[in-house]
């Protein structure tokens, strides 16, 4: 089993405020995807890394793949209350498709 | 995107009963489906994979005679927990990929009273 750890479990910041979350592993993945779930609801497909030190922009997130593929961040810029949820990462199964989320970055922002 | 609709979204139910989550594909057609479970504040845990056809497949320590599943259409897997006590209360997500995206249900609460 692929063990990944996610950090910080928690965090609650001001709204304007820029912010990073790490997902962390020993194994290397092919590629590795972030999901956010609001609360209640199922997670949504924020972005998929595929290559060794990719970084790609979604609006005011960014997401780098570390360069050996075993680790990969998400950086928020300013930092709005429509961010707050559970970031989920997890490494795309190729063969079967299943993933096996980390333990999950619960972010807060307040107004 | 792909849609994959669950139901119920919220059930309430008596220790010792069973109760069914159904999870379906709307228009696209799943040969596999994963089910999760989620509680509080946690991320979400693989239970199984459900296969169309074929027996599901269950992650180490979950009880396959606990939650049955069954997918029996390319377009329908229901989970069943089957005598259900408080400490199965949980929130209970399903999901089908297309591609290289995972589109989940939009999440069964269960409470067991």
């Known amino acids: 089993t692929q063990l990944l750890e996610q950090s910080p479990q928690f965090l609650s910041i001001q709204e304007g405020e820029n912010l990073t979350v790490y997902c962390n592993s020993s194994s290397v993945f092919s590629s590795l995807q972030w999901y956010r779930q609001e609360p209640g609801e199922g997670p949504v497909l924020l972005v998929t890394v595929v290559t060794g030190g990719e970084v790609k922009k979604l609006k005011r997130l960014t997401f780098q793949f570390g360069d050996a593929r075993k680790d990969s961040s998400l950086h928020i810029t300013a930092a709005q209350p429509g961010d707050t949820g559970l970031y989920l990462c997890a490494p795309r199964s190729s063969n079967t498709g299943k993933l096996i989320f980390g333990q999950g970055t619960t972010l807060q922002v307040k107004p | ?113």
């Open chain 2, 1 to 113: 995107g792909a849609v994959v609709s669950q139901h119920p979204s919220r059930v309430i139910c008596k220790s010792g009963t069973s109760v069914k989550i159904e999870c379906r594909s709307l228009d696209f057609q799943a040969t596999t489906m994963f089910w999760y479970r989620q509680f509080p504040k946690q991320s979400l845990m693989l239970m199984a994979t459900s296969n169309e056809g074929s027996k599901a497949t269950y992650e180490q320590g979950v009880e396959k005679d606990k939650f049955l599943i069954n997918h029996a259409s390319l377009t329908l897997s229901t989970l069943t927990v089957t005598s259900a006590h408080p400490e199965d209360s949980s929130f209970y997500i399903c999901s089908a990929t297309v591609g290289v995206e995972a589109f989940f249900g939009q999440g069964t609460r269960l409470t067991v009273v």
